[in-house]
């Protein structure tokens, strides 16, 4: 039998002062009155920390965040860069989730990480920053009838948010980026790559011999990303430390904000309406659990509720508390409260391949993955200088390629790029194999991600329990449009084979990782099998609370952030964007934050 408490300031004010983000323990909770905040955000996630912080910045508005992870404070693996791919799978930081089966994919359950702890996914994800291009964002601003969503409207949120560094080892980064188009007062840091590679010259000698769709671009960030370029990753140069919405949004400074209540180890089962505004259900009160007991607590909001818990769980709070499509809810005997079909629907998600070579050299990062000597000497570096091997991410370039407008895919099938000057693919460099470590040999790996999926390529989160907190059923739809998925795939991996075959590598490459590999030489039906069998997600999910215009049929949430047919809640996370990005999906993350935080901001300025 679950019992139900209030929770109240006073109680959480006096923990929170001592440590920070608090965990409060069940023992506490009895002693506990009444409720007032102004805003509760459900999620401490990337998402979720921006609200917060920008919201706080008013001292009249008392905000409670609730993470369902725990706090990331003092954990190694969460700050080194280098090892951000230890952070997930199967980790403690991790809702170690995995996808139904995958028929794009013949058949496989993919293994769908999300980040469990304070800061969420940027807490655990690997550190690229890209925006996407111009063409996303005034697709956003055509399909939502908002011309908020447009680029010109948003590059001024993505330079809010971001507090571009110098790179650790402070080499000159003239020619290595574009100022003009940076934010360098903001709360999440950039940089360009903090130590050398010795495949830097080589790569760039192979595009410099390349020509072609191997073309050079100062910034791929600008909004126009076709071309190559160096890296820029959420990693602050000085320390050298990842960048995450907790470190940055939830600072200490920010903790000891007075009117800022965190709360982890708070995992919300749902949101619940008490009574109607304007004859719609108004939601305002959150229930949720502690350290994962029996025991549910509830807390309410008197201005607004905001769901932050990302592009996987926000669907599931959703249907958890009755909202979304009626006919799937009473599957699982849950009353349907606000009738919104596409809850959980419309997921789209970034296809990635990763081809590698074994390579006649001793500088790459191998060693460093498998070999505990030098991993403890290459930390002990990282601790005393902030230098080093530790400091970088997993890539030293990236570039952005758009498939021919002539191209024959597109004679019967549309072209799902966003717009002109849209990319179809990217591609970035590793100085290791990127996958699991083998026990010998040095390797280069070249991943490339398909950032337009096909229109039948649509995934989704839906509930496999009434158990609000039984794991959801997710559905990636990875490579799951026939005509367009695997087509535009095989031109990434053919460009991949081209780049890996510029003379720059001629003495370096020795031979394929994996003998199955294809060569330039392959056959579309050897490509395909190749790719169908080797692709995994890259982990961009958007979509599945996804914006549409005011009025409109289907879709979750208006422009502005509003649950539609209800009122008290807004979304705020990577689950309202209606497309995929063509680039990683957190910069877009912090960016639609930042945004949101303003929006509400004017809502209740009067
Ligand atoms: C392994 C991995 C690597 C990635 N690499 C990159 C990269 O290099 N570059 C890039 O741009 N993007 C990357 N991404 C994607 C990117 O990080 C995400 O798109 C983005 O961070 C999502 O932000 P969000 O706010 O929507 O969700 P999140 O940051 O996931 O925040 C959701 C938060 O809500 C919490 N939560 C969930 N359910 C509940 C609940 N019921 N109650 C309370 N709290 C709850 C979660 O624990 C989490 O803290 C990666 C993703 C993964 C998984
Ligand atoms: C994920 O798996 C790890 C390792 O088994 C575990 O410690 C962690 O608690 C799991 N995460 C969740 C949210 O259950
Ligand atoms: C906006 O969308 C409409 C169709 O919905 C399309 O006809 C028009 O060309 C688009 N405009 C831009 C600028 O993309
Ligand atoms: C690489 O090889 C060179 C020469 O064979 C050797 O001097 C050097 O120590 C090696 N470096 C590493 C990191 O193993
Ligand atoms: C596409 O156009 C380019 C130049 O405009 C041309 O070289 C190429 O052959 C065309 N490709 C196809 C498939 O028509
Ligand atoms: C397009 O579809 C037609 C009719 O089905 C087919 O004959 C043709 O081969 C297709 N073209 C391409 C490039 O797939
Ligand atoms: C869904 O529920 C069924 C039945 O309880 C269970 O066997 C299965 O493992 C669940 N799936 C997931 C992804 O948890
Ligand atoms: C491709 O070329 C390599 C040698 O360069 C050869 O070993 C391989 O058999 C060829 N594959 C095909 C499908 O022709």
Known sequence: MRLSYKLAIPHI???LHSSGAVMLSERDLPHVATTNYDFVIVGGGTAGNVVANRLTENPNFNVLVLEAGPSDAGVLALQVPFLCTTTTPQTLWDWNYTTVSQPGLNGALVGYPRGYVLGGTSSVNCLVYTRGSK?????????????GWSWDNMLPYFKKSEKFTPPSDRHNT???FDPSVHGFDGLNSVSLPGAPTAIDDRFEA???QLGGEFTWNLDTNSGSPLGFGWSQAVIDGPSASRSSSSTGYLAREFLLRPNLHVLVNAQVSRVISERTRDGVPEFKTVEFRLNGGDTLF???ASKELILSAGATNTPQVLMNSGI???S???????PSIVDLPDVGENLFDHPIITLSWRVDSNMTYDDYKRNSALQDEALQTWKDTRQGVYANGISQHIGFVRVPDNSSIFVNATNPASGPGSPHFEIFVSNFLLGATPSEGNYLSISTILLTPGDNARGSVKLNSSDPFAIPLIDAGLLADDATDVALMREAVKSVLRLASAPAWGDYIIEAADSAQPGLNATDAQLDTFIRTNTRS???VVGTSSITRKGAEGGVVDPDFKLKKAAGLRIVDASVLPFVPAGHSQAATYALAERAADLIKATHSA
């Open 13 to 15: 004010l006096s923990l």
């Open 135 to 147: 063409a996303d964002f005034d697709r956003y601003a055509n399909f939502t009838g908002d011309e």
């Open 174 to 176: 003239a020619g290595q």
């Open 206 to 208: 192979a595009i410099d």
């Open 298 to 300: 509830t807390a309410s």
């Open 324 to 326: 979304g499509s009626a």
């Open 328 to 334: 799937h809810l009473s599957e699982h005997g849950i």
């Open 538 to 540: 890259a982990y961009h």
